[in-house]
């Protein structure tokens, strides 16, 4: 595992025993000071990365773990290195400078970039004018200033960790996916007294999420795909069964059976749905945003293949939501990102049309290429961006699309 933050890297090596068998933090290697005895890979683990732990046979004296009780021990459970830590800075304060204090020095340390952690150890709240005297003249070049600082961000590496694995957590829950072919439409759907929080991949949940909408969810949603795709969905209930229906327009007196509409409906009705979802209510949604996280993640909505079934203008209509929805989502302090696996010149086109008249920044989209290498057979991956006028950049390979159409 390589960690890096700041101007720092924290390298962590594991060997078939499940044991730190490189611990580095910068250039200071952990091991070579306390030998490799003393750190244990823990496979346990809250949600991805596994618990780094300290253990020893070592007899010696451990720092009073009562008072380490008392500040910030979460943070510091590596005894071995904890007491190295302790009693440099011990040696640098006042010899009559309590244990307490000593403590609350090391448990109000900061870690972040080298010039910040210099200042907050020259300027510490606990501190005494010994101390402050002993690393007045420590620079950011400093050896003796650099090993303290790699000594406490290797404290830390445990507490990092889960700050990672809850990152991570975050991230993974604010992941959503459409797959390349939805489910196609039925006449009827079983009512059922089922929580729905998404549209799951395939879209057939489609129904009972609608259902589940609220009154005023549900009448935003049928004005949001009026607005944008000139039909709504109606769902009508009868006898424990669910309908799902398509109003052509607003000023329609006829609805219809999306399985009496062709294809493209049911292809398109979960991607928007889901989309709308994403970009009007991730900031209340429990399953979004699960209570406890403390970061705010981007929101990730991959879709495979979204013009399947879908006529040209229509695939035009869908990159226009496409950018409406992240322009909405911005408005709202959601940072949602489209993943599009698609093969339409006609999305990629339009895409380029909405970045010539300034609906959308050129950096805000990356084309992206996989495609087989003739020589090596090897899958290649090329990356492309938008000019400020709409036009692909150069190095766009011949003949993915007919340039005649781009």
């Given at each position: 595992?390589?960690?890096?933050?700041?101007?720092?890297?924290?390298?962590?090596?594991?060997?078939?025993?499940?044991?730190?068998?490189?611990?580095?933090?910068?250039?200071?290697?952990?091991?070579?000071?306390?030998?490799?005895?003393?750190?244990?890979?823990?496979?346990?683990?809250?949600?991805?990365?596994?618990?780094?732990?300290?253990?020893?046979?070592?007899?010696?004296?451990?720092?009073?773990?009562?008072?380490?009780?008392?500040?910030?021990?979460?943070?510091?459970?590596?005894?071995?290195?904890?007491?190295k830590l302790f009693q440099i800075t011990k040696n640098k304060a006042h010899k009559f400078t309590s244990e307490t204090t000593i403590f609350k020095m090391i448990s109000s340390f900061v870690i972040g970039d080298?010039?910040?952690?210099?200042?907050?150890?020259?300027?510490?709240?606990?501190?005494?004018?010994?101390?402050?005297?002993?690393?007045?003249?420590?620079?950011?070049?400093?050896?003796?200033?650099?090993?303290?600082?790699?000594?406490?961000?290797?404290?830390?590496?445990?507490?990092?960790?889960?700050?990672?694995?809850?990152?991570?957590?975050?991230?993974?829950?604010?992941?959503?996916?459409?797959?390349?072919?939805?489910?196609?439409?039925?006449?009827?759907?079983?009512?059922?007294?089922?929580?729905?929080?998404?549209?799951?991949?395939?879209?057939?949940?489609?129904?009972?999420?609608?259902?589940?909408?609220?009154?005023?969810?549900?009448?935003?949603?049928?004005?949001?795909?009026?607005?944008?795709?000139?039909?709504?969905?109606?769902?009508?209930?009868?006898?424990?069964?669910?309908?799902?229906?398509?109003?052509?327009?607003?000023?329609?007196?006829?609805?219809?059976?999306?399985?009496?509409?062709?294809?493209?409906?049911?292809?398109?009705?979960?991607?928007?749905?889901?989309?709308?979802?994403?970009?009007?209510?991730?900031?209340?949604?429990?399953?979004?945003?699960?209570?406890?996280?403390?970061?705010?993640?981007?929101?990730?909505?991959?879709?495979?293949?979204?013009?399947?079934?879908?006529?040209?203008?229509?695939?035009?209509?869908?990159?226009?939501?496409?950018?409406?929805s992240i322009e909405a989502a911005k408005e709202r302090g959601i940072d949602l990102r489209l993943v599009i696996e698609t093969h339409s010149e006609v999305l990629i086109n339009k895409l380029g049309y909405l970045v010539a008249e300034k609906h959308?920044?050129?950096?805000?989209?990356?084309?992206?290429?996989?495609?087989?290498?003739?020589?090596?057979?090897?899958?290649?991956?090329?990356?492309?961006?938008?000019?400020?006028?709409?036009?692909?950049?150069?190095?766009?390979?011949?003949?993915?699309?007919?340039?005649?159409?781009?």
């Amino acid at each position: 595992m390589i960690i890096k933050f700041a101007d720092s890297v924290i390298q962590l090596e594991i060997n078939k025993e499940n044991k730190i068998s490189c611990f580095l933090v910068n250039s200071f290697d952990i091991l070579e000071m306390l030998g490799d005895k003393y750190i244990l890979f823990d496979l346990g683990h809250k949600f991805m990365l596994p618990q780094v732990r300290e253990f020893s046979n070592n007899q010696e004296k451990i720092l009073n773990l009562g008072v380490l009780n008392r500040v910030n021990r979460t943070r510091f459970i590596f005894q071995q290195l904890f007491s190295k830590l302790f009693q440099i800075t011990k040696n640098k304060a006042h010899k009559f400078t309590s244990e307490t204090t000593i403590f609350k020095m090391i448990s109000s340390f900061v870690i972040g970039d080298s010039a910040t952690m210099l200042q907050d150890i020259k300027n510490n709240p606990f501190s005494t004018k010994t101390w402050k005297k002993s690393v007045n003249s420590w620079t950011i070049e400093s050896n003796e200033f650099r090993q303290f600082r790699d000594l406490i961000i290797a404290n830390s590496v445990p507490w990092l960790l889960e700050e990672c694995d809850d990152l991570l957590a975050n991230f993974a829950t604010k992941i959503s996916y459409m797959g390349p072919v939805r489910a196609t439409a039925e006449r009827y759907y079983r009512t059922q007294d089922l929580a729905v929080d998404e549209v799951d991949y395939q879209g057939t949940n489609l129904p009972m999420f609608l259902r589940n909408l609220t009154h005023g969810e549900l009448k935003e949603f049928r004005t949001w795909t009026l607005n944008n795709f000139g039909f709504e969905p109606l769902i009508t209930t009868s006898q424990g069964l669910i309908s799902l229906e398509i109003r052509p327009s607003k000023d329609s007196k006829e609805s219809f059976n999306v399985a009496d509409t062709g294809f493209g409906f049911s292809q398109i009705l979960p991607i928007i749905t889901q989309l709308w979802f994403l970009s009007e209510f991730t900031k209340t949604s429990s399953r979004i945003r699960p209570p406890g996280f403390r970061y705010n993640s981007p929101v990730i909505f991959p879709i495979e293949q979204p013009e399947l079934h879908l006529h040209p203008r229509l695939q035009g209509v869908l990159a226009e939501v496409f950018v409406k929805s992240i322009e909405a989502a911005k408005e709202r302090g959601i940072d949602l990102r489209l993943v599009i696996e698609t093969h339409s010149e006609v999305l990629i086109n339009k895409l380029g049309y909405l970045v010539a008249e300034k609906h959308i920044l050129p950096e805000d989209i990356n084309i992206v290429l996989f495609y087989k290498s003739d020589q090596s057979k090897e899958i290649k991956v090329r990356t492309s961006q938008f000019d400020s006028e709409g036009y692909l950049s150069e190095d766009w390979p011949l003949g993915f699309f007919d340039m005649d159409l781009i």
